[in-house]
C-alpha cells in the first residue's frame, strides 16, 4: 500500500468514528464505544509505524481539487521525517489518552459524545500535519478549533466551562484572521499556496530580498496564528480557563499536540520567515516563558499551575525557532509532549482521587494512597524541571546551547539575555513542580505548635495502649505480626493489582520521558535519535549544561524549603495570593480583565447605539424606500388592472367565448366538431388561392 | 428475382430487433389468451413479467441497433425496397420514443394503476406503430404506421371502460378517421401529381414543383392534416381536452409526447424535401395553436384539461424550429422534444402523485398540498417554471433555441412573417405563465381546507420523479452534451 493510501484509509477509519459514535452515542453501553474509538486509534498508530517502513520520504502527493477561473488549488499530502514524527506522536498519545479515559469518564452520561470529539480532534490534527498546502493547514486549523472549543465546554451544564470555551474560541478567532492574511499575502507575494514550492523559493532568494517588508509582514501574520494556538503572550488569556475541560482533554489537546500546532506550523514555513520575524519570535517566546512560569509559581489549582508551565514550555519552543534552532524546538515538542501530558494524566489521575477537587492545599500525602501515580509523576516532573537522566534535559538544554550559540554571533551582548531567561525559567520550572510535588504527594508537617500539640496526642494514645496491651498481651502481639507478613508478601502484588487503565497510561507517558528512550548519552542531545534524523549542528558548550543541571537542582532544593515553609501557613479558604506582586501574577496579569475593559466593554457599549442607528436610520431608509416602491407598485398595478388587463381579459374572453362554443359542440355534437376541421380547409384553401 | 429476394433477407436481418416487437407482442396476447382467469395474486405475478418482458424488448432492441447494426444507419439505409429508412436521425427519435414508453410503464406501475394484461399488448403494438413511423419515407407505410397508431391509441383510450372514456374515446375514433380520411385523400393527389410514393427523393421535389403552388400547397396540407391531428395542433386539437381529462393519465403523458416526436420527425423529412413555400400556412397553424392552446388554458379549473391544451400550445412551439427551415431550426427543434419529453412526463407524474391524496384532478382540490409535503411543492414550481420556459430549468433552453434559430432565420429571409411568429411566441410565454403558476400557487399559498396534515410519498415514487427533476435542472446547467449529440445527427 502506498502511504497516501494508508493515511487516507487512516482518516477514513476517524471519520468513521467519529460519525457512528455521535450517531449511536446513546445507544451503545460504555465498553462497546470505548473498544472501538480505543481500536481505530491502535490500528492508527500500527499504520503510522507501518508508513514509516515504505520509506517514501520527501514527496509530495497532489490531487486537483478545484479551479478558480484558471487557478487551480490542489489537495497536497507531504510526507517527510516531519509529518511521520507528528503522524505518530498524535495518535500515540490519544491512545493512552483515549485508554486513560475510559476510567475517568465512566459513568459520564456523555460518554459517546466524548469519544466522538475525540476521533474528529485526532482527525483534524492528522489534518494539520500531513496537509502539503496553507489553505488545507487552516482548514483543519480551524476544525481542531472546534474540537477544543467542543471539549472545553465538553460539560456545558456548567456556566464557567461554557464561557471558558467561548473565550477560547474567540481568542484564537484573533490569531486566525491574522493567520488567513498571512495566508492570502503568501498566495499575493508566491503565487501558491504549496508549502513545498514556497519553501525553495524562499531558500533561492537573496538576503536582501528575504529582509523585505513584505516577507517580514508575512511571517508575522503566520506567527498571529501560532500566537493564538499556541498561546503565546498577548492571547495567552485562553489557555488557563480551557482546563474547565476533563483533563485527558487538557492531557492530549492543551498540553500535547493542539497547542504545539503553532510550533509545528512555523517548523514546516521556517526557510520564509525573515531575521526580523525571528527576533519578534525570540522575544515574544522569552516574554511568554517568563510570565508564564511567573505564574505558575503562584498557583494553587493543580490543572492551572500546569497550563502555565505549558505556556512557558511553549515559549521555550517559540524561542527555539526564533534562535533558528528549529529542530531544537521539535525535539523539545517531542518530548514536551510525553512528559506534559504524562503530568496531566497523573493530575487526572489524583482529582480523580480526590473526586474532583483540584486545590492542592486540600491534598497532601497522597504517595501512600496512589504510589504509582506519585512515581510517574515525579518522573515527568522531573523530566519537566530538567533534571539529567530525563528527557526535558536533553531538549532544555539543546536549547539553551542553542540559544547561547546564537546571541555570540549577534553584535550586540544585550541578546545574552534571551539564553539567561531560558536558565532562569529552567530553574523556575525546578521550583514550581517541587513545589507541586511537595504539595499533592508529600507528607505535610504540620505548625510546630500543633506538631507539639499532636505528638502529645499520640505520646498519649500510645501510653495508654501499652497499657492496655498489657492487659492483654498475646492476642496483640500475634496480630501484629501477622500484619507484618502480610505486609511483607502483598506489597508487590498490591502494587501490580493497583495498576489500571489511568495507571496503565501515566506509565507509559513516565516512561517515554525517560532520558534513555531518546539518547543513550544522557547528558548530550546531539547523541540523539532524534537529531540523527533532525540534523542539528551545534557546538558543545559543556558549561551551559553543567550551568542548566546546577540551576535545575538549585530550584528543586529552592522549592522543597520554600514549599514546606509556605505550607505551615496555607489558608484553604483563601481564593488568592496575599501581596500586591503574587496577586497580580496570580491573575495571569490581569490580561483577561484588561482585554474585558479595552475590547469587550467598548463593544457591548457601542453594539446598542449601533444597533439603534440600524434600526431608526438605516431601516428607515430601507422602509421608506420600500414604501415609494409599494406606492409606486400600486399605481402600476392600478396601470396594470385598469389598462393591460382589460386587454388581455379582452382576449382571453373572446377564446373563452369560443371555447365555451367548441364545449357546446362537445356536449353530443361530434359532427359540428368534425365540420370545423372541414370550414378551416375550405377557408385555407380560399387563402391560399386569393394569394 | 434472386437479388430481391436477398435484399428482403437482408433487411429482415437489419430489422430483425423490430420484428421482436411482433414476437413480444404475440407472445403476450398468447399469454392472456390461454391464461385462465387467475387469481388476484398471481395475475399481480402474470403483470410484473409482461412488464419485464415488454421492458427487455425494448432494451434488446437499442442493445442490437448500437451493437451489431452501426454500419447500416451510419449514412442512412435503404430497405425492404423504399419502404423503410433508417438512419441516426430515426435512432435517435426510437430513444425518446422507447425512453417514454419505459417511464409510462413505471408510471403505471409506481402509481399503481390496475391494469389489464390486454394493455401490454396494445401498448406493444403502438410503440412498434411508432418506431415504424420514425423510419419510413413512404407515403403507404406512413399511413399504415399512422393507423397503427392510432387505431392502438383509440382502444387505450377506452380501456376503463367508463361513460366519459367511451364519449371520449368515438370522439377521437371519428376524429382520427375523418383526419385519416383526409390524409388519404391528400396522400392520392400527391401521388396523382409526383408519381411517386417515396417523399423525400429528387423525384418528388421535381414533379412536385411542376404543379401551381396552391395546388400543391393545399394537397400537402390536407395530406399533414393526419399528421396534425397526432400533433394536437390547430385546426385538428378539439379532441384533447376531452381525451386527456377522461383517459388514465400514464396513457396521456405517453400521448403528449411520442406520438408527436414520431410526427414531428416525419414533418422534418417532409419539409427538407418541399419544393413549395410552405411557410405561411406553417406559421398560420403555428400561431392558431399557441394562442387558442395558452388562452384556453388560462380558464380551465382541472390540472389534466389544463395541461391538454398545454400540450397543444406545446405543438405550435415544435413546430417554430420547422419554420425557420435552417438546419439550427430543425436541431433545436429535436432539442426542445428531446426536453420537452422529461418536462411532459414530470408533469403527468406529477398532478398523478398529487391526485394519490386529493383523489381529484382539480385545482381547487390542491389547495396547500405544498406545505403537507415541501417535495411536491417545490417539484411543481421546478416542472411549471420549465412548461413556462423559465429559467433555471430545461424548458429556457429549449425555447431560448427555437427563438434564437427564428430570429436568425428572420435576419437572413428578412420575412416579416417570422418576425410576427417569433412576437406571437414570446407574448404567448408571458401568457401561459399565469395559468401554469396556478399549481404552485394553490399547492403553496393557498391554506388547505381541514388544517395541514402531512403527507409522505413513498421512496419509489420520490426518487422516480427526482429523476425528471434531475434532467429538467441538469440539461439546463449542462446542454453541451444532449447538443453535441443532436448536431452529430445526419438530417438528411
Redesign the interface.
Known amino acids: 500500500m502506498s502511504a497516501e493510501l494508508v493515511i487516507l484509509i487512516n482518516i477514513l477509519f476517524y471519520l468513521f468514528g467519529f460519525s457512528f459514535l455521535l450517531y449511536k452515542r446513546n445507544q451503545l453501553s460504555e465498553q462497546s464505544i470505548g473498544l472501538l474509538s480505543i481500536l481505530i486509534n491502535f490500528i492508527g498508530v500500527l499504520f503510522s509505524m507501518g508508513i514509516r517502513l515504505s520509506d517514501i520520504s520527501g514527496d509530495v502527493i497532489s490531487y486537483n481539487w478545484f479551479y478558480i477561473s484558471d487557478k487551480l488549488f490542489t489537495i497536497d499530502i507531504l510526507l517527510n521525517d516531519l509529518t511521520y514524527l507528528m503522524y505518530f506522536l498524535v495518535q500515540f498519545i490519544a491512545l493512552w489518552v483515549q485508554v486513560f479515559s475510559l476510567k475517568y469518564m465512566q459513568g459520564d452520561p456523555s460518554f459517546g459524545r466524548y469519544y466522538a470529539y475525540l476521533n474528529l480532534f485526532i482527525l483534524a490534527m492528522i489534518g494539520i500535519v500531513i496537509s502539503g498546502n496553507l489553505l488545507m493547514i487552516f482548514m483543519f486549523w480551524e476544525l481542531v478549533g472546534l474540537c477544543s472549543y467542543l471539549l472545553v465546554g465538553f460539560w456545558y451544564e456548567k456556566k464557567s466551562a461554557t464561557n471558558a470555551a467561548m473565550k477560547a474560541f474567540l481568542v484564537n478567532r484573533i490569531g486566525d484572521i491574522g493567520f488567513f492574511i498571512g495566508i492570502l499575502l503568501v498566495y499575493r507575494y508566491f503565487g501558491t499556496l504549496d508549502v513545498t514550492t514556497i519553501v525553495n523559493k524562499a531558500q533561492v532568494m537573496s538576503a536582501a530580498s528575504l529582509n523585505s517588508p513584505i516577507i517580514t509582514t508575512i511571517g508575522l501574520l503566520l506567527f498571529c496564528g501560532c500566537v493564538a494556538k499556541s498561546a503565546q503572550l498577548p492571547l495567552q488569556v485562553w489557555l488557563p480557563d480551557a482546563m474547565e475541560g476533563p483533563t485527558p482533554v487538557s492531557a492530549l489537546i492543551h498540553a500535547a499536540t493542539m497547542v504545539a500546532a503553532g510550533i509545528f506550523l512555523m517548523a514546516r514555513i521556517e526557510p520564509i520567515l525573515s531575521p526580523n520575524t525571528l527576533l519578534v519570535m525570540a522575544v515574544v517566546g522569552m516574554l511568554t516563558m517568563f510570565f508564564g512560569a511567573c505564574s505558575a509559581l503562584v498557583q494553587y489549582d493543580i490543572k492551572k499551575l500546569l497550563a502555565f508551565s505549558t505556556i512557558s514550555q511553549l515559549g521555550l519552543m517559540v524561542v527555539g525557532i526564533g534562535v533558528g534552532a528549529v529542530n531544537t524546538a521539535l525535539f523539545h515538542l517531542v518530548t514536551h509532549a510525553f512528559f506534559k501530558a504524562g503530568l496531566f494524566l497523573s493530575a487526572g489521575a489524583v482529582i480523580h482521587h480526590m473526586h474532583h477537587e483540584q486545590d492542592m492545599r486540600k491534598m497532601g500525602n497522597l504517595r501512600r494512597e496512589i504510589p504509582i501515580i506519585y512515581y510517574t509523576y515525579t518522573i515527568c516532573a522531573a523530566a519537566l524541571a530538567g533534571i539529567p537522566f530525563f528527557s526535558g534535559f536533553l531538549s532544555k538544554d539543546a536549547i539553551v546551547v542553542a540559544a547561547f550559540e546564537w546571541a555570540s554571533r549577534q553584535p550586540k551582548q544585550a541578546y545574552f539575555i534571551i539564553p539567561a531567561v531560558c536558565l532562569v525559567v529552567s530553574g523556575m520550572s525546578a521550583y514550581y513542580m517541587m513545589r507541586q510535588v511537595f504539595l499533592v504527594f508529600l507528607e505535610r508537617e504540620d505548625n510546630p505548635l500543633e506538631l507539639i500539640s499532636s505528638s502529645a496526642k499520640s505520646l498519649y494514645k500510645n501510653v495508654a495502649k501499652r497499657i492496655e496491651g498489657i492487659v492483654n498481651v498475646e492476642d496483640d502481639e500475634e496480630r501484629q505480626q501477622a500484619e507484618i507478613r502480610h505486609a511483607e508478601e502483598g506489597d508487590l502484588l498490591d502494587f501490580l493489582s493497583d495498576i489500571g487503565p489511568m495507571e496503565l497510561s501515566s506509565i507509559v507517558m513516565a516512561i517515554a520521558s525517560i532520558g534513555f528512550v531518546f539518547a543513550l548519552n544522557p547528558f548530550s542531545a546531539e547523541s540523539s535519535w532524534f537529531f540523527h534524523t533532525f540534523h542539528h549542528e551545534a557546538t558543545s558548550y559543556q558549561w551551559v549544561a553543567y550551568i542548566a543541571i546546577l540551576v535545575a537542582l538549585n530550584g528543586v532544593l529552592l522549592g522543597y524549603i520554600f514549599t514546606k515553609e509556605e505550607s505551615y501557613r496555607l489558608d484553604n479558604e483563601e481564593l488568592e495570593p496575599r501581596g500586591m506582586i503574587a496577586k497580580f501574577i496570580f491573575k495571569n496579569y490581569y490580561l483577561s480583565e484588561l482585554y474585558q475593559t479595552i475590547f469587550v466593554k467598548p463593544l457591548l457599549w457601542i453594539s446598542p447605539k449601533i444597533n439603534l442607528f440600524d434600526r431608526k436610520i438605516i431601516d428607515g431608509a430601507v422602509n421608506s424606500v420600500g414604501s415609494l416602491t409599494i406606492a409606486w407598485a400600486s399605481l402600476n398595478y392600478w396601470v396594470e388592472r385598469s389598462i393591460i388587463d382589460s386587454f388581455?381579459g379582452l382576449?382571453?374572453n373572446t377564446?373563452?367565448k369560443?371555447?365555451s362554443y367548441?364545449r357546446q359542440?362537445?356536449n353530443g355534437k361530434?359532427q359540428t366538431?368534425?365540420i370545423?376541421?372541414f370550414v378551416?380547409?375550405v377557408l385555407?384553401?380560399i387563402l391560399?388561392?386569393i394569394? | 428475382m434472386l437479388e430481391k429476394l436477398s435484399h428482403i433477407l437482408f433487411s429482415s436481418r437489419v430489422l430483425l430487433p423490430d420484428l421482436l416487437f411482433g414476437v413480444v407482442f404475440l407472445v403476450i396476447v398468447a399469454a392472456i389468451a390461454f391464461s385462465q382467469k387467475l387469481d388476484a395474486e398471481r395475475t399481480y405475478v402474470l403483470f410484473n413479467v409482461l412488464i419485464i418482458s415488454v421492458l427487455i424488448s425494448i432494451g434488446f432492441v437499442f442493445y442490437a441497433f448500437f451493437g451489431f447494426y452501426k454500419q447500416y444507419f451510419e449514412s442512412g439505409s435503404v430497405l425492404f425496397g423504399q419502404l423503410i429508412y433508417l438512419d441516426s436521425v430515426s435512432l435517435f427519435f426510437k430513444l425518446i420514443i422507447s425512453i417514454a414508453s419505459v417511464a409510462v410503464l413505471i408510471h403505471v406501475w409506481v402509481v399503481g394503476y390496475k391494469v389489464v394484461g390486454e394493455f401490454y399488448a396494445i401498448f406493444m403494438a403502438l410503440v412498434w406503430g411508432l418506431f415504424i413511423m420514425t423510419m419510413t419515407t413512404n407515403w403507404l407505410m406512413l399511413y399504415v404506421s399512422l393507423e397503427m397508431v392510432s387505431i392502438c391509441s383509440y382502444i387505450l383510450v377506452v380501456f376503463n371502460k367508463g361513460k366519459n372514456n367511451s364519449e371520449a374515446g368515438?370522439?377521437y375514433l371519428?376524429?382520427g378517421a375523418?383526419?385519416s380520411a383526409?390524409m388519404l385523400y391528400g396522400i392520392s393527389l400527391l401521388y396523382g401529381m409526383t408519381g411517386t410514393l417515396n417523399f423525400v427523393g429528387q423525384e418528388f421535389a421535381t414533379f412536385l414543383g411542376q404543379n401551381p403552388t396552391?395546388i400543391a400547397?393545399?394537397a400537402v396540407?390536407?395530406t399533414i392534416?393526419g399528421l396534425l391531428f397526432k400533433l394536437s395542433a390547430v385546426?385538428?386539437h378539439?379532441w384533447t381536452p376531452?381525451v386527456y381529462e377522461a383517459t388514465p393519465t400514464p396513457i396521456v403523458a405517453f400521448l403528449s409526447i411520442a406520438p408527436k416526436a414520431a410526427v414531428v420527425l416525419v414533418l422534418i423529412r417532409l419539409f427538407s424535401s418541399l419544393s413549395i413555400d410552405f411557410r405561411?400556412?406553417m406559421a398560420?397553424i403555428i400561431m392558431a395553436s399557441i394562442?387558442?392552446g395558452n388562452?384556453?388554458a388560462?380558464?380551465q379549473t382541472n390540472t389534466k384539461r389544463m395541461l391538454g391544451y398545454s400540450t397543444i400550445a406545446h405543438a405550435g412551439f415544435m413546430l417554430v424550429g420547422l419554420l425557420a427551415t435552417n438546419t439550427i431550426g430543425v436541431q433545436s427543434t429535436i432539442f426542445y422534444i428531446a426536453t420537452y419529453l422529461f418536462i411532459t412526463l414530470a408533469a403527468f407524474l406529477l398532478i398523478d402523485l398529487l391526485a394519490l391524496k386529493t383523489e381529484s384532478y382539480e385545482l381547487e382540490s390542491l389547495r396547500g398540498l405544498g406545505q403537507e409535503n415541501i417535495f411536491l411543492g417545490l417539484a411543481a414550481v421546478i416542472i411549471m417554471i420549465a412548461l413556462v420556459g423559465l429559467p433555471p430549468t430545461v424548458g429556457f433552453t429549449g425555447k431560448l433555441l427555437l427563438f434564437t434559430a427564428l430570429w436568425e432565420s428572420y435576419q437572413t429571409s428578412g420575412s416579416n412573417m417570422l418576425l410576427i411568429v417569433l412576437i406571437f411566441g414570446l407574448l404567448n410565454t408571458a401568457?401561459s405563465i399565469f395559468y401554469y403558476i396556478k399549481i404552485p400557487y394553490f399547492m403553496i399559498f393557498k391554506e388547505p381546507k381541514i388544517g395541514v396534515r402531512y403527507y409522505q410519498i413513498g421512496f419509489i415514487r420520490k426518487g422516480f420523479l427526482l429523476i425528471f427533476l434531475f434532467f429538467i435542472i441538469y440539461l439546463f446547467m449542462r446542454p453541451s452534451g444532449l447538443i453535441n449529440l443532436i448536431e452529430s445527427l445526419k438530417l438528411a
Open positions: 388581455v382576449v382571453a377564446t373563452a369560443i371555447g367548441t359542440i362537445q361530434a366538431y368534425i370545423t376541421i378551416c380547409l385555407m384553401m391560399l388561392i394569394k | 368515438i370522439k371519428l376524429f375523418t383526419s383526409i396552391w400547397q393545399i396540407f390536407m392534416g385546426p385538428f378539439s376531452d405561411m400556412i398560420i394562442t387558442i388562452l384556453s388560462l380558464w401568457i
